[in-house]
């Protein structure tokens, strides 16, 4: 049963989804929380272990969130549910690939999936930044912590990386290094 559940709400959620990973993001949360299959925290550490391993963002989380629930068949499961609707998908535009570049409801829909895929990536941002800048709700007690200030630091030194144009490797090897030195030395 849990295998059917995987792959049904996975498929929903990359059926529902334009925009990669990041889009998927709100709807995967409410659904490994609402289903209990992650904690809120637990879903957060692995968003920043899929963020460092190869591969594409959506597969690698349906793939641990179905391997933490069902073993290796659930990982299949949700990773099959996820990457299905996207292949039906590219195998359909492949095939009209002329009617829809030249489609102007096709072009129209596009343009406005555009911002709602920036809605969707700003709500992940703002929830998942709840999460790991106040763990215990919002209070000035929140600011004074040394959590807060350790991952302030990392996510302004982050800040000024990207936009230094620094290449992304570095940064996610700087970030991992950082998390660890920072964990061994506040513990």
Do not use: R
């Not at 059926?15 to 299959?37: D, R």
């Not at 957060?44 to 959506?58: L, M, Y």
């Not at 829809?100 to 555009?114: A, P, R, V």
């Not at 807060?148 to 990386?161: E, V």
């Amino acid at each position: 049963m849990i295998y059917l559940k995987l792959f049904i709400n996975f498929l929903k959620i990359g059926a529902c989804t334009f925009g990669g990973g990041y889009a998927m993001l709100p709807l995967i949360q409410e659904q490994v929380i609402m289903h209990k299959w992650l904690t809120k925290e637990e879903l957060i550490n692995f968003i920043a272990v899929s963020e460092s391993t190869p591969g594409p963002f959506a597969i690698n989380i349906s793939t641990y969130v179905g391997m933490e629930t069902g073993g290796l068949p659930g990982a299949f499961c949700a990773t099959f549910g996820v990457v299905l609707p996207s292949f039906i998908i590219i195998l359909i535009i492949i095939k009209c690939f002329d009617y829809f570049q030249e489609n102007k409801i096709i072009k129209g829909c596009m343009t406005g999936l555009k911002p709602s895929t920036v809605g969707l990536i700003s709500a992940t941002v703002i929830s998942t930044g709840k999460t790991v800048f106040f763990q215990n709700g919002i209070s000035l007690s929140s600011f004074l912590t040394l959590d807060f200030f350790i991952s302030a630091i990392i996510f302004g030194g982050m800040l000024i990386i990207v936009f230094k144009k620094i290449h992304p490797i570095f940064i996610i090897v700087l970030s991992g290094v950082l998390g660890i030195a920072a964990g061994y030395l506040f513990k």
